[in-house]
């Protein structure tokens, strides 16, 4: 699905990151974790194609991202930014719709088939309820699951989600949480970035540690994921508690 080969990015003149390795198959979530402006959303901007790569390779199911129209990657790449504040009362229902962009024509105008996929959509992030209430009277994790199933209507191979719990309360990060763990299966991918350790242990099946300017650690949550490297990711100590088999949780060390 995705293949990234010793990649160097960032921007004219300033390299952010490099020597990112990493590939994503059809039903597997993978997570980047690292520190504020640690390269993530730049790494994803990269992977998008809205930024050039600086070296390396970046192959989507094959073919290079960078032979690719914007037309061609929007068809492939479904992706949701960091929160997004709602300007305009669109229902649920038409900001999902926008989504089915990629599709249609310069002129076209969506049908009947894009209307079922949008709802299906909705109902895939459990907020078909909402498709006739404006996206401005509804709640952030409801926002957010939106933003999220706009993104799915585009019926995308990959999904790439920028933060996707940043800014929403517990009980909101946990069902944006529930629906990323359930959203890679049969033909699609997804892919993830976080800053909290534990929602890599909760929904991904690999995990990135990007700092430094590079790749630190790659591979599966439990290996990945300890007490060594996450200090040297954030600079803080932190014990990685077994729960029960399988399950893990991250444990700061705060001073008193």
């Known amino acids: ?7 160097a990015f960032g921007f004219p003149g300033r390299t952010v990151g490099s ?10 979530t993978l997570c980047v974790l690292g520190p504020n402006g640690g390269g993530k959303t730049t790494l994803f901007r990269t992977l998008l194609g809205l930024l050039p790569l600086q070296q390396g390779a970046i192959e989507l199911a094959g073919e290079r991202i960078a032979d690719l129209s914007r037309a061609e990657i929007a068809r492939r790449i479904g992706y949701v930014p960091q929160g997004q504040a709602a300007s305009f009362a669109y229902t649920a229902l038409e900001f999902v719709l926008m989504g089915r962009t990629a599709h249609l024509g310069a002129f076209g105008a969506p049908g009947r088939r894009d209307r079922e996929l949008a709802l299906r959509a909705l109902e895939a992030l459990g907020i078909a309820q909402l498709a006739g209430r404006p996206v401005t009277e509804i709640s952030g994790g409801e926002r957010q699951l939106a933003l999220i199933a706009r993104a799915l209507a585009q019926e995308p191979r990959l999904l790439v989600m920028d933060e996707p719990t940043a800014n929403l309360d517990f009980g909101n990060q946990v069902r ?39 790749a630190l650690a790659y591979g599966a949550p439990r290996d990945v994921i300890r007490a060594d490297t996450l200090q040297r990711l954030y600079g803080v100590q932190v ?12 444990l700061p060390a705060l001073s008193r």
Not at 19 to 28: K, Q
Not at 200 to 213: I, K, S
């Open 19 to 28: 020597g990112v390795d990493l590939a994503l198959a059809a039903g597997e």
């Open 239 to 250: 014990s990685v508690v077994e729960l029960a088999p399988g399950r893990h949780t991250c």
């Open 176 to 214: 944006v949480l529930e629906r990323i763990a359930g959203l890679a299966r049969g033909e699609r991918a997804v892919l993830f970035s976080t800053h909290n350790p534990d929602h890599a242990f909760l929904a991904a099946d690999r995990v990135l540690l990007l700092g430094e300017g590079r």
């Open 1 to 7: 699905m995705l293949e990234v080969r010793a990649l």
